[in-house]
């Protein structure tokens, strides 16, 4: 995942050290000096480029006045807006060392991705690799690079990557569903109004951790009982805990260490989570072993195929899991809370959305992978949903196999580019009315000609998240099943809630709505 913009200044490497862009470049074997040079030069001699030098771009004061004099530390998404409207659609950001070049206009950005490589290379990973040797955790989906980060995603890829493959967990999903839905009626009786349910994001949140961890370890671990066990209360605390104060890390200097208590805090989060991980993966391959001792054949999900296939070492395992369980649990949750509250805003989408899924999934029925292709309505939602609020506004990508050409810009190896898929999916020279929620707009015969890269929620590439096609079926499956039961309205007197960016794209402020059951008894 890649933080704010802010969140890229510093890369710590370890307890009480924090490196640059320049020793975390070198560290790959890369030179980040590289970003500055000449006025122009020549490309095999031919066009004479413009080079970092010659772009546009905020001063460490400009930064400073507008982070913490105008508010935009937990809003740091908007400022892509702000400074394309200042400096067009690509500028420098220049902090001692530190350099970056941001890009805001599709064009150039699907020019970046074209350019990137076998093996595509992000920012801000550094933090995440503390503390995993005291846990025997090796590096995962997000954190490992180059080949060795190549062959992971092959043998992570596998059943979860293909719709039909995401699909085999369908069964296992909607036990979580079901367990969610009565959930639910008990938070509404909890309330004076009996209808309203408060911080939905929050319940979603509980859903989608059950549901990814229940994939991953293949075991329930109670997120959606009324009493949360308190191992698996503390684990769900940790997930949060650590993606906040990751952000106050990634920022400060190591010596606020001793005098602030977020790098602590931010440890200890990821002490609980391989704790936890760690133990239900080691339950799991003493199973695996005992059946193999009585000479049982080994079958099984996820966890399983990681466990046996030989490919991967046991603290490649853990890392992995703990890793694709962070991935698993905002990008779901958030994107659901967001969708609910557009079409508690939106009667005549969700009307319509609602005759949708009777009519292709009445009753109790599961939605098969051919009822979902039947139903536009229900993924334009999810595109447009996303398309608003990309769980990672801020991407990254540094140019490692290679110089880049962009526009009429040369980049030499070791150049980082910041990639503002917030602006850009809400730029209207993309999508009419950008801030409007009309799912419509991703019907086949309503397609708006525009640069597919245009909306990219789920990445590009081999970099792509690798768990996208289970959280659409996470999406898919808790979305209808709300539906069918209860018509959403918004909590009177129905205020809007905007998003801040806390790594992830999130509801700043509780989203509470009415769930008024359509048929009551």
């Keep these: 995942m890649i933080g704010t913009v802010f969140k890229q200044f510093f890369t710590p490497l370890s307890k009480g050290r924090v490196c640059s862009l320049q ?13 500055t040079g000449a006025a122009a030069v020549n490309v095999q001699g031919e066009k004479r480029y413009k080079t970092f030098e010659d772009l546009p771009g905020p001063t460490l004061l400009t930064n400073i006045y507008w982070v913490f004099f105008r508010g935009y530390l937990m809003h740091a998404h908007k400022l892509q807006n702000v400074f394309k409207q200042k400096y ?13 070049v941001s890009v805001s206009d599709v064009d150039l950005l699907e020019s970046l991705l074209r350019q990137e490589g076998k093996y ?5 990973m550094e933090i995440w690799k503390m503390n995993r040797q005291e846990w025997n955790v090796g590096l995962g989906p997000f954190t490992a690079e180059g080949e060795r980060w190549y062959a992971m995603r092959s043998v992570l890829n596998k059943r979860m990557l293909k719709p039909k493959e995401a699909f085999m967990y369908s069964t296992v999903v909607n036990e979580a ?21 408060n911080d939905i994001s929050n319940a979603l949140y509980r859903f989608s951790f059950e549901a990814i961890s229940y994939i991953l370890f293949e075991t329930r671990i109670g997120c959606l009982e009324k009493n949360i066990p308190p191992e698996t209360k503390k684990f769900i605390a940790s997930i949060g805990d650590m993606l906040k104060y990751s952000v106050y890390v990634s920022f400060l200097p190591s010596w606020t260490n001793k005098i602030y208590p977020f790098f602590d805090r931010f440890i200890e989060s990821w002490d609980s989570m391989f704790s936890f991980g760690n133990k239900l993966i080691d339950e799991k391959m003493e199973k695996i072993q005992a059946r193999l001792e009585r000479g049982e054949e ?13 490919k991967l070492s046991k603290a490649d395992v853990y890392g992995s899991v703990a890793e694709l369980l962070l991935a698993g649990v905002d990008t779901t949750s958030n994107t659901i809370s967001w969708a609910l509250y557009h079409l508690s805003r939106d009667m005549e989408v969700q009307n319509a959305l609602y005759q949708e899924i009777m009519s292709v999934i009445p009753g109790e029925n599961i939605p098969s992978r051919e009822a979902i292709a039947n139903m536009p309505l229900l993924k334009a939602v999810i595109k447009e949903t996303l398309r608003m609020y990309p769980v990672v506004p801020t991407n990254s990508r540094i140019a490692v196999e290679k110089e880049m050409i962009i526009g009429d810009y040369y980049f030499p190896k070791g150049t980082l580019f910041t990639l503002c898929s917030y602006q850009i ?11 409007k929620f009309i799912p419509q707009r991703w019907f086949r015969e309503q397609k708006e ?20 096609r289970l959280a659409e079926l996470e999406m898919y499956m808790i979305i209808s099943s709300v539906l069918k039961k209860y018509e959403l309205r918004p909590e009177p007197p129905g205020r809007e809630i905007l998003a801040v960016n806390r790594v992830v794209l999130a509801p700043g402020k509780p989203i509470n709505l009415q769930f008024l059951e359509r048929n009551p008894a």
């Excluded at 020793?23 to 970003?35: D, F, I, N, T, Y």
């Excluded at 595509?120 to 801000?124: G, K, M």
């Excluded at 999916?425 to 801030?435: A, L, M, S, T, V």
């Design 298 to 310: 080994v079958q099984g999900e996820y966890l399983t195929h990681l466990l046996v296939n030989g």
């Design 23 to 35: 020793e975390s470049c070198r560290l790959r074997g890369v030179q980040a000096r590289g970003v």
């Design 120 to 124: 595509p290379v992000r920012l801000d």
């Design 88 to 100: 067009g659609p690509i500028w420098k950001t220049s902090l001692g060392l530190y350099k970056s």
């Design 449 to 468: 000609k525009n640069n597919p890269y245009s909306s990219i929620p789920f990445g590009h590439g081999v970099r792509a998240c690798v768990g996208r």
């Design 425 to 435: 999916g809400r730029d209207e020279k993309n999508f009419r009315e950008p801030n």
């Design 177 to 197: 569903v079901i367990d969610f839905m009565k959930m639910l009626e008990d938070m509404r009786k909890e309330t004076p109004s009996g209808v309203i349910v």
